[in-house]
């Protein structure tokens, strides 16, 4: 497990070698947290018996508690604001510690700890041994373990496995072994990617439960007995890797009809004295038998699940034991009349454990689960683009949060206790974990708690913020004061605005060296823009546009922007200085004819005359030119009064009322600015709707710069907002969008692979979740757009793609939100302005992945612009990266973190699947002791994808397909070398010991 290099240490180093074994085989309370060799019967060693002639009923207590929802994270755990809902989660966990103590037989799960760690710093030492005894006996079992349960349609892999990892060490440091879930369960979402299975099967899980599937699969799989599968996750990881057992629930999450008995039920509890008249055993008895005995004819073994529980229950935990306890015991004593079925309190593990041992084979899938529907026309759609401005937040926070982490690292202590006073990351990741919940990113909360989202994230920057600045100070040797200027998409910084010298410091948080578009509100003519090496940068400026003017509503200055392009070396940064010029210069000519073309030496774009609209995209470098055509359109959203269905649109659901948009403008009025280093085409579609078709002088990509918003609503319906691309490729319905932003899934229009589907939304039933790309190609074309956000989007026409960018509606969609999704602010009271980014890219369909992985990743790890007024201090350092040499093109630096003092968590991904690129889907090798110029990496020792488990210990179950393949046996490389080889879409972590050089 440890790095052999060691043994060619010098005498002296080899002392830390020794230190560094002991370190990770016990002296560290990570990763197996617990002494393991304490007495414990956790895990499958804990599970009750089974019968095997009998119909097992494995009775799973739970409580569902979203970390936000109808009230904010804190109204949830205190119980405040009960007039929403009557919820507290502090009272939950106290409640069923208390119970479990009273019979060893009692289960009971628990799965957010974002939650569960509040509650855990509140308890006396006695009351957390008291719980570390329950989690050793298996009577208090984690499953899933993450922060929180995270949405699955928009949010972004990265995170997902930030907020996993959180969750997981704690409960590895807080309990051990024990501590350590088996099971994902993900009974929420609406919906299920590909991506997430593939994310917990590296993470060791040997199953994932969920509840929600669409009603048609559901109906089929019933009939199949399909409800169990084996989930193969990944086209390019070798199997079993990203294989994963998944079973659906029968209830959604919920008990079964008539046995609910919680505080927040009506259900009458079981009556057991005969002597009175209200006795109901018998009939509770064989009611239970009719559902068992039902459900069993769906489901494929002797086992069957039933989840005991829903949303914030288990309050009073008595309500529900008791009668589960009864429930157990006259079940169970009709066996000597005959039954064949037997109830115990069980948890999903040992439901799994038993599943295993059936040694069945089970059916293949390698789709996903979207969309999801849960009537013919209820399509859980809506939710991709639902709060769009907050979608764009929380991922441009992924990035604050991964610069902020590889500064603290590369700053080494000074950056958390420095010149600036003293920062942290843990506000940040905690703000960022609790945003993958899938009632936060999703859009799907009340507005209120919306903002509580963005409050955190705001917060959690701040503090990152001082970090940052203190290790930019230890890394450049300058201590000057670092300005942040988070309004640069609407062009307010009131540095840039008013000072006459000032310099950029541009951080790339990528591994490898990156060209970036830099624009800068200023109210000067003319600038001159210095390197780090003093040479002159070519810079223009251009006018403010009329849009931004207006969305920036009052905020700000300049009249002016600043505009070039920074080269910033990879993971690290280097300066440019700003200089504003005394002589005047006109500005350049605005021209406001219609455009004909503009262009660069990789991009041609033509505009036609009569309408202003896009009208072709040409690849100079390929010699390939498409049709392409961008308008923007609006659906009416139903207001559910419609004679097929009484279902409106809403946060979750998205249900137009036509399946023909509404062109917004057939023309656009337009103006044109041309410089040496960016070309645009204003354009206006509505006094709601603009945008600037913009191409810099060194970018591969024409960007779409929308702005949308306030939505019109006068004709009390609401608006649902896309921009469509028609183009000459030829789709064949056939397109392609990503998976948490990493693999890429086929999608096929009125189709899906695993059920005859029958179309009743040919709308919104074509609708899926884009997190970051999606693209269109036939044998000669590939366009493909790049989004800034997670967005909802399909190609409902042959040749074309539409992305729904903003929504506004009137009425709720009855699924449980309560208000619509009709969003304003102090600064938009006539309702939210969004603006976004598309970025598309025209390629041959062989290397097209070349091009659009790099900068799908360039737009989510943006590069981070401090600024500095006046003249740098003399001995300031002007460049630095923290790498020997750029890592290659198919190797990305997913994750740099401080772990302990000397440990940092490492992460490297091979970006690309097996069949995407002749040139980089290929396997790459890297040493990682000559990774970093800042840092001497002393040791390592590999990890699985969550950081919680030793990767040569990770066991999981293995399952066998229906196809009659066998599963490969495991093979492990050689662990002692320090050369590590990266496969297509591997993801390897790497715990290392370092020291700043």
């Known amino acids: 497990m440890i790095c052999a ?131 050793n006996e298996g009577r208090l079992e984690f499953v899933n373990g993450g922060w929180c349960m995270s949405d699955e349609a928009t949010t972004h892999y990265s995170a997902v496995i930030d907020q996993m990892t959180m969750g997981l060490r704690f409960l590895n440091e807080t309990f051990g072994a024990c501590g350590r879930p088996r099971v994902a369960w993900h009974i929420d979402p609406f919906g299920h990617a590909r991506e997430h299975a593939s994310m917990f099967a ?68 079981i009556r ?95 789709d996903d689960f979207f969309p999801y529907a849960d009537d013919a026309h209820d399509f859980w759609t809506g939710y991709f683009t639902s709060r769009p401005a907050l979608k764009r937040y929380e991922r441009i926070s992924n990035s604050y949060l991964q610069t902020c982490n590889q500064l603290e690292v590369l700053g080494g202590p000074v950056s958390r206790k420095g010149p600036f006073g003293e920062g942290d990351s843990q506000t940040m990741k905690k703000a960022m974990a609790v945003a993958q919940h899938h009632d936060a990113v999703s859009g799907t909360e009340k507005q209120h708690v919306a903002n509580d989202y963005a409050k955190r994230l705001a917060n959690g920057w701040q503090h990152c913020q001082v970090l940052v600045s203190n290790s930019l100070a230890a890394l450049s040797g300058s201590s000057a004061e670092r300005i942040y200027c988070d309004n640069l998409n609407i062009s307010v910084c009131p540095l840039t605005e008013s000072s006459k010298k000032f310099s950029v410091n541009v951080y790339n948080p990528l591994a490898r060296p990156v060209t970036w578009p830099v624009r800068l509100p200023v109210n000067g003519t003319a600038y001159a823009v210095s390197d780090a090496s003093g040479k002159s940068v070519d810079c223009q400026v ?64 033509t505009f036609d005359p009569d309408t202003g609209l896009l009208s072709s995209l040409s690849n100079l470098e390929t010699k390939q030119t498409i049709k392409l055509t961008q308008n923007f359109f609006w659906y009416n959203a139903s207001d559910g009064n419609n004679s097929r269905s009484n279902q409106p649109s809403g946060a ?23 410089t040496s280093v960016v070309q645009e085409v204003r354009q206006w579609f509505a006094p709601w709707v603009s945008q600037v078709v913009r191409l810099y002088a060194d970018s591969r990509a024409l960007e779409l710069e929308w702005t949308v918003g306030p939505l019109p609503i006068d004709d009390d319906l609401g608006k649902e907002v896309i921009t469509r691309l028609d183009t000459s490729i030829k789709t064949s319905q056939y397109f392609y969008t990503d998976s948490n932003g990493r693999e890429v899934l086929q999608r096929r229009t009125d189709y899906r692979p695993t059920w005859h589907l029958k179309q009743s939304e ?57 208000e619509p999704l009709n969003e304003s602010s102090d600064i938009y009271p006539d309702g939210l302005v969004v603006r976004g980014r598309l970025l598309l890219s025209l390629d041959r369909p062989p290397s097209a992945a070349d091009a659009h992985r790099p900068l799908a990743q360039e737009v989510v790890l943006q590069p981070l612009l401090t600024f500095t007024d006046g003249d740098l201090h003399a001995g300031t350092r002007l460049e630095f990266s923290a790498l020997q040499a750029a890592l290659p093109p198919a190797v990305h630096l997913l994750t740099l973190t401080q772990w302990d003092e000397d440990l940092v968590l490492l992460r490297l991904e091979h970006q690309f699947q097996s069949w995407e690129s002749k040139l980089n889907s290929q396997p790459v090798t890297v040493n990682l002791q ?59 972590t790497f715990l290392l010991r370092v020291r700043l050089r």
């Open 5 to 135: 290099s060691f043994c060619n240490m010098a005498a002296g180093s080899q002392q830390l070698a020794v230190g560094f074994l002991f370190l990770f085989s016990g002296g560290l309370t990570f990763p197996l947290g617990q002494d393991s060799k304490q007495t414990s019967t956790c895990g499958y060693e804990s599970c009750h018996a089974t019968k095997p002639n009998m119909l097992n009923v494995h009775l799973v207590p739970h409580t569902h508690d979203d970390v936000g929802w109808l009230k904010t994270v804190d109204q949830y755990f205190y119980g405040a604001r009960n007039d929403i809902q009557h919820a507290g989660v502090q009272y939950i966990l106290d409640s069923v510690v208390d119970q479990l103590l009273k019979n060893p037989d009692r289960r009971f799960i628990y799965v957010e700890t974002a939650f569960f760690y509040r509650w855990w710093k509140q308890q006396s030492s006695s009351m957390q041994q008291t719980v570390k005894q329950l989690v």
């Open 202 to 269: 590296q993470m060791g899980y040997d199953g994932f439960f969920f509840g929600r599937l669409d009603y048609q699969d559901r109906a089929r799989r019933m009939v199949e007995q399909e409800q169990e599968l084996l989930w193969r996750a990944s086209d390019s990881l070798t199997p079993p890797m990203a294989d994963l057992f998944t079973g659906i629930l029968p209830n959604g999450y919920n008990p079964p009809e008539g046995f609910c008995w919680d505080q927040l039920c009506d259900d009458p509890p």
């Open 272 to 366: 057991d004295d005969p002597d009175l008249e209200d006795y109901n055993v018998v009939d509770v008895v064989q009611r239970f038998l009719t559902i068992a005995n039902g459900q069993s004819t769906v489901y494929k073994t002797n086992h069957i699940i039933m989840t005991m529980g829903s949303d914030f229950q288990y309050e009073n935990a008595n309500l529900w034991y008791k009668n589960l306890d009864k429930l157990i015991h006259y079940v169970n004593a009709q066996q000597t009349n005959g039954s064949k079925v037997n109830v115990l309190y069980s948890t999903p593990s040992c439901y799994l454990q038993e599943l295993h041992r059936t040694n069945l084979t089970w059916p293949l899938k390698t």
């Open 542 to 605: 251009v006018p403010v546009s009329t849009a931004t003017w207006a969305l920036r509503r009052n905020r700000g200055s300049a009249v002016r922007e600043l505009v070039f392009q920074v080269q910033a070396p990879p993971l690290g940064f280097t300066h440019y200085t700003v200089s504003l010029l005394q002589d005047e210069h006109p500005p350049p000519r605005v021209e406001h004819r219609p455009p004909t073309a503009i262009q660069n030496k990789f991009l041609r774009v």
């Open 652 to 674: 979750y659901i998205f249900r137009p009322n036509s399946s023909t948009p509404f062109t917004i403008s057939k023309t656009a009025k337009t103006e044109t600015i041309q």
């Open 762 to 818: 040919p709308v919104a039933g074509n609708y899926y979740p884009i997190n970051s790309r999606a693209f269109i190609k036939d044998d000669e074309d590939q366009l493909t757009v790049v989004t800034d956000r997670s967005q909802g989007g399909g190609s409902i026409y042959n040749g074309s793609l539409e992305i729904m960018l903003h929504r506004r509606l009137l009425y709720d969609d009855v699924r449980g939100v309560g």
């Open 930 to 988: 000559k990774l970093f110029s800042a840092l001497e990496v002393l040791g390592m020792s590999e990890l699985n994808l969550s950081a919680n488990q030793w990767k040569d210990e990770m066991t999981r179950f293995q399952w066998r397909p229906q196809t009659g393949e066998k599963p490969p046996l495991k093979t492990f490389e050689d662990p002692s070398a320090w050369e590590v080889t990266l496969r297509p879409m591997e993801i390897r």
